[in-house]
């Protein structure tokens, strides 16, 4: 299952963009319009020292082939 964040923008928010999410068991974060922007620093400041911490900590179970 994934997460998708959007803003409610007219164009992002349409019945086929939601049945499409609904249909690919994607989660829809919908957020105030215009938020985004502000947020978008979290990419860098936070989620991804996280994904590569997690990265590291997982690559040698990745290695050894254990579920």
């Known amino acids: ?3 998708s964040l959007c803003d409610r923008y007219d164009s992002h928010v349409t019945l086929e963009f ?5 249909f690919h068991n994607i989660i829809l974060l919908i ?3 215009y938020i985004l922007h ?3 620093s979290l990419n860098i ?3 991804s020292p996280l994904k590569r911490h997690m990265m590291n900590k997982l690559y040698r ?3 050894i082939e254990i579920a």
């Open 1 to 3: 299952m994934h997460l």
């Open 18 to 22: 939601i049945i499409h999410y609904m």
């Open 31 to 33: 957020l105030p319009l």
């Open 38 to 40: 502000f947020i978008q």
């Open 45 to 47: 400041s936070i989620f």
């Open 61 to 63: 179970v990745i290695q």
